[in-house]
Structures are given as C-alpha cells and as structure tokens.
C-alpha cells in the first residue's frame, strides 16, 4: 500500500476528538477506501493538559495552530476549531497559501468568507473540503454539489440544526423547559462554543448561506438571509401547534426563480404528516427540489462527534484518492452573485397567538386589522374563560404576504385589550 497521508488536526473538541477516534477505530476500512492510510501526525488546541479521551502521545503538538501549515510533515490540514475570524480563518488562508488542502467543519468561516476562500483554493490549486460543515453527518455537499450536478436546483431546505431540533423535540415530548434542554444539548457536544448561534438561527443560516451558493451557482452571501431563531417558540405554542396538527420545526429554506433568491432561516410550521415532521432530536433533514430529478430529502444526525467525524473522515478519503472539486462546484470566476429578495415579498400562510383580555369587542378589534390589511382567517381557537384576565387567542391565516402580515401585526400589538407581543410562527407545507 502507498504511504500514509500525513494530518495536522488544529482543535481537539467534540469534532476534533472524534475524528482521531473515527481513524484509530476504523483504519482498515478507511485505509482500503482512501487507497493509503490516514494518519494524524500533529494536532493543536489550547489546553494541552485537558482530557480529550483520545490518546495524543507520540504526537506533533502545536501551541499555535497556525504553524500546522508550516509543519512540513503536515500534508493535509484538518481545521476543527471554529469561528469565522482568529486562528481558524489564519490557519486555512496559511495552509491553502502553502499549497495544502484543507478539511474543515467551519461552517461560520464558509459562509462569512467562502468567496475569498474559494478563490485562494483556486488560485493555489489547493483543495478546501467542509462536507463537515453542513447538517453532521449528511453528506449534503457531495449530494448537492456531485449527485445533483445535472439538475436546475429550484428549492433547497431542510433541518439545518440539530440543538434547536433536539430542544424542540424535547420540549414537545418531555414537557422539559428550554434551558434545562440546551444544558443537555451542551453537553452532548451538539451546541456551538457559543449557543445563541444555534438558538438565534445564526448557524442554521451559516449552512443554508452555503447549500444556496451550491445549489442555485451563485457566491454564498449571507447578507441576503431572513434570520429568526426558537427563543420565542414557547411550550404553549408547541402544544397549541399540536391541537392544530402541527409541529414546529427551525428551518431554513431558499427558492430561486426568475425575480431573484429568497433565503429564510426561521420557525415554521409543518403539518404532522408532512414526512419533515417526524425527524426529532438531533436529526437534519435535507431537501432538493431539482428539475430532472425532482423532490430529494436526505435525513440523518446533524450534530455530535460520531457524524461529524464520518463527514470529515470522508473528505480526507477523497483528498487521498485526489478526487477534487471547485469550493462551490463550479469556478469562481462562473458564479453570479444571488439578487436576494426581501422577507416582504414571502407569500405564506401565518399562525398568531394573542394574549388578550376576556372582554367583549377584542375579537372584533383583531379580526378588523387582519382584515383591514386583507388578510383572511383560515381557523380561530379560543382556549377557556378567564373575565377580565388574558387568554390565549389563536388565528390561523390563508396565504398572505409578509409586508400586509407585518402591518396587521403592529395594529394588533397596540391594541390595549392585547397584553403581549403577539407570537407568530409562518406555515409552511414542505
Ligand atoms: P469544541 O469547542 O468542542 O472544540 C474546539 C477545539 O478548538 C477545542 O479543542 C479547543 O481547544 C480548540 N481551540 C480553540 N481555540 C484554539 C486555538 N486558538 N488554537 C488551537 N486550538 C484551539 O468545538 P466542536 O468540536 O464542537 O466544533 C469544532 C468545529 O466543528 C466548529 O467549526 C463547529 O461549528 C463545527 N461543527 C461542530 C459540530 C458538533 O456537533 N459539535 C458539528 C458540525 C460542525 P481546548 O480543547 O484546549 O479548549
Ligand atoms: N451546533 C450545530 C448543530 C452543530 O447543533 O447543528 C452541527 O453543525
């Protein structure tokens, strides 16, 4: 067999550790697949006291992950630190400027830099792989960018992260509050360093930036998403969305068509049939809507040291067998930039929920604003009697637009009898 293909690993976290376990644990079978073993032969992080529960002896160890890509024993860099700027974003410009490829799970640093960095792969002819980066341990990337390579992509979407799928999950089947979830979720290594990425849609949005750019051919941008995380998803809404047949889901979703591309990270709601519905816990789902091959949606786990290390592991095997791609399928040099849509022109049915005071007229007050901005009642729930106290009011819309949606919603929070900002969470019917 030829000789080894030579790591340097900078981050030994979640990810990290679990890809120095996924090599070890499986080095035939990956050795055979990559036709060389892979072997790590340097690594970087901070605390070099901390138990990882990975063996590191006998390892290269860097104080400052940037001087991987120097180690000249180091030909292939794994950057698994995170983080769009500091030591993760020097140390892929350095490892690409020297020539070496790089593997990353960095979805922040993709979606933040992804054009410069694309053009630095090319410029340099050194690959850059982030099948990680995306939704665990799906291998979306290869799928969008390999397997779909024929199709005009019209609609990619999905689950895009597996803490605010796993807290929703939990909240709904346990009853259990949202911070006492996330705990959990932490310390299931699914979180990012800093969770309010993943609860405010700030990472669903980093991968929903990066399937857009691959899948409709234009430089991701970020700049162009709608972005709304589940802090306001509250347990009544849940069990409110239940009574309805629903389920609420944080999704990312983006269309194209002849106006321009819409990208969206927000929570929806999804009919309990509707086969998205179903995947729970730490589970992604992604779909494809493509021209020729129509619907496709891949499912599995999204977060967590095991899934991730299969998609990076399967990066490193295509960089040992040399099977190469441009960062966003095509030449820099070919992609347009993504005329983005405003949120205001999204079409969709909408569910509200008020908290209003047990009085005569409130109702009529409501419905006057929705109907003022011509938006029409699909269904209306009122929960109990409490005179004089708030209850819960729930409306369910026909399809309107978010600009008439929106100027209703400001008439109705300034009605007095309305004790709350109202809580709204769009339908959608993936
Ligand atoms: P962790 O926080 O668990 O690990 C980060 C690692 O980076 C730690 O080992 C830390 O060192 C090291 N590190 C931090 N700063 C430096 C530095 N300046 N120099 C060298 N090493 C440094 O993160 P994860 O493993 O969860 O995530 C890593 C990457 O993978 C991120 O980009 C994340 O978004 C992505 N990702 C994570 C997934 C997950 O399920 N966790 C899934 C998919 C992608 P030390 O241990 O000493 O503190
Ligand atoms: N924090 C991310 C998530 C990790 O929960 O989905 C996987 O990208």
Redesign the pocket.
């Known amino acids: 067999m030829s000789k080894a293909l030579k790591l340097g690993v900078a981050g030994l976290g979640t990810v990290g550790a679990g890809v120095l376990n996924l090599l070890r644990q499986n080095a035939e079978v990956i050795a055979a697949r990559a036709g060389r073993p892979i072997e790590v032969v340097a690594v970087s992080a901070r605390d070099r006291a901390r138990d990882r529960g990975v063996d590191v002896t006998g390892l290269a160890w860097h104080e400052d992950a940037v001087a991987l890509a120097a180690d000249p024993n180091v030909e292939v860099v794994v950057e698994l630190i995170g983080g769009s700027e500091g030591p993760a974003r020097k140390l892929v410009e350095a490892a690409l400027n020297a020539g070496k490829p790089v593997v990353t799970a960095n979805?922040a640093l993709l979606a933040t830099h992804g054009a410069a960095l694309a053009q630095l792969s090319e410029a340099k002819a050194s690959p850059l792989a982030y099948e990680a980066a995306v939704a665990?341990g799906i291998p979306a990337i290869k799928a969008l960018r390999e397997g779909l390579a024929g199709n005009r992509i019209s609609r990619v979407a999905g689950i895009l992260?597996?803490?605010c799928n796993y807290i929703l999950t939990e909240m709904r089947v346990k009853g259990l509050p949202f911070a006492t979830v996330l705990k959990t979720a932490q310390e299931l290594g699914?979180?990012?360093a800093d969770p309010a990425f993943?609860i405010d849609g700030v990472?669903a949005a980093h991968k929903l930036a990066i399937l857009a750019a691959l899948a409709f051919g234009h430089q991701v941008d970020l700049k162009a998403l709608h972005i709304e995380g589940i802090r306001n998803v509250s347990a009544l809404d849940i069990a409110l969305a239940g009574e309805l047949g629903y389920r609420i889901k944080l999704l990312g979703i983006a269309s194209q068509d002849e106006a321009g591309v819409t990208a969206r990270v927000h929570p929806c709601m999804v009919p309990e049939a509707s086969p998205i519905a179903s995947v729970d816990g730490v589970f992604n789902a992604v779909l494809a809507e493509g021209d020729a091959v129509g619907r496709v949606v891949l499912q599995g786990r999204?977060?967590g040291a095991g899934p991730?290390a299969s998609a990076v592991v399967a990066d490193l095997i295509d960089i040992a067998r040399g099977r190469t791609a441009p960062v966003w399928g095509a030449a820099s040099a070919t992609l347009a930039t993504a005329p983005g849509l405003p949120m205001e022109r999204h079409r969709g049915a909408y569910y509200l929920r008020l908290m209003v005071l047990d009085q005569p007229g409130v109702i009529a007050d409501v419905t006057g604003a929705l109907r003022d901005a011509k938006i029409s009642l699909e269904s209306m729930l009122q929960r109990g009697r409490a005179p004089g106290e708030a209850v819960p009011v729930v409306l369910v819309t026909h399809e309107c637009e978010e600009a008439e949606m929106q100027s209703a919603l400001a008439r109705i929070a300034a009605l007095p009898s309305v004790v709350e900002p109202p809580a709204v969470i769009r339908i959608e019917e993936l």
Request: hydrophobic residues 15%.
């Open positions: 979805k665990g992260n597996g803490t699914y979180a990012e993943d990472d999204g977060a991730t």
